[in-house]
């Protein structure tokens, strides 16, 4: 009779040997050595370099390692000043103009009184069905709060006299259908309820990568015209824009595409993301401290 058992065990160890002379192979080839490699060992350049890939959070945190790696990277205060000194081009160059003006953005969201917070954060973006392929951003306030009512209201018209300027100066051509092309259909209007002031900017057409390409080229345009604090308005609106049109893309559109052609504003929608992740984690805090002191 065949003893399964017996034959099972030298089964297993005919594999424990090869594994085992395979492993003593392996750690003695000269090609396959592994050597762990700290980042302060690096070049200088090399660690530069692999800090630029970082958020700007992420840059900070990374300089407070160690001495080697502080004296390495440029804390951002002086990339400010490096800047104003001269201009900077390349990579290195819009590096340090992201951290910069990141900076700045933080300082100016530390300064967000709980109204614009929570205006911020309501910013509604939907489909209006009044009028074909419509959308329409909707933001609410205090109907008393003059300050906020202008800051909205002067972004939000730069915003279209700056789209409309845009499509006035393109040459459209004698064809009909690509003259549609340019028809936005821009308005805004201004409600008033229960004490509440709402402004809603509304446009139409929008319904080609081309349009949506210009849309956003156009708001890039006066992101950078902008000083940073009035900013905050104008990008937190883009970015409620690009999550509703990469949820529900226009007509005939690929999703994927759509959110490639908005997502090449790196800049733009950073900056977005930055002050809507900010007014969340103030209105936590928020919360909070009033959970803890009933």
Same mark, same amino acid.
């Given at each position: 009779m065949l003893d399964v058992s @017996?034959?099972?065990? =030298?089964?297993?160890q005919q594999y424990?040997? #090869?594994?085992?002379?395979?492993?003593?192979s392996l750690s003695t080839s @000269?090609?396959?050595? =592994?050597?762990?490699?700290?980042?302060?060992? #690096?070049?200088v350049e090399m660690i530069q370099k692999i800090a630029t890939y970082l958020p700007t959070t992420d840059y900070?945190?990374?300089?407070?390692?160690?001495?080697?790696?502080?004296?390495a990277l440029i804390s951002i205060n002086s990339m400010h000043t490096a800047l104003a000194e001269k201009p900077l081009y390349g990579a290195q160059g819009a590096y340090y103009k992201i951290c910069a003006e990141a900076k700045h953005l933080a300082a100016r969201c530390r300064r967000l009184t709980e109204c614009e917070i929570t205006t911020l954060l309501n910013i509604r973006v939907q489909p209006d069905f009044t009028i074909n392929r419509a959308i329409s951003v909707q933001f609410q306030y205090p109907i008393d709060d003059l300050t906020l009512n202008d800051g909205i209201m002067e972004i939000v018209e730069a915003f279209c006299k700056k789209l409309t300027t845009m499509v006035m100066h393109q040459k459209p051509s004698s064809c009909p259908a690509l003259r549609y092309r340019y028809q936005y259909n821009i308005s805004i209007e201004m409600r008033t309820f229960d004490a509440q002031a709402e402004v809603i900017f509304q446009a139409s057409n929008l319904c080609t990568l081309?349009?949506?390409?210009?849309?956003?080229?156009?708001?890039?345009?006066?992101?950078?015209?902008?000083?940073i604090p009035q900013r905050i308005y104008l990008?937190?609106?883009?970015?409620?824009?690009?999550?509703?049109?990469?949820?529900?893309?226009?007509?005939?559109?690929?999703?994927?595409?759509v959110d490639n052609t908005i997502r090449s504003y790196v800049t733009l929608l950073r900056s977005g993301n930055d002050v809507l992740a900010y007014c969340k984690a103030a209105k936590r805090n928020s919360a909070g401290e009033a959970s803890s002191n009933p």
């Open positions: @017996s034959q099972g065990n =030298r089964v297993c424990e040997n #090869l594994a085992q002379s395979s492993s003593s @000269s090609t396959l050595t =592994r050597q762990i490699v700290n980042i302060d060992s #690096l070049p900070d945190n990374l300089r407070v390692t160690n001495r080697t790696i502080c004296d081309s349009q949506l390409s210009d849309f956003y080229a156009c708001a890039y345009q006066l992101y950078n015209e902008l000083a990008t937190t609106m883009m970015v409620k824009l690009h999550r509703f049109w990469r949820a529900h893309p226009p007509a005939n559109l690929d999703r994927q595409e």
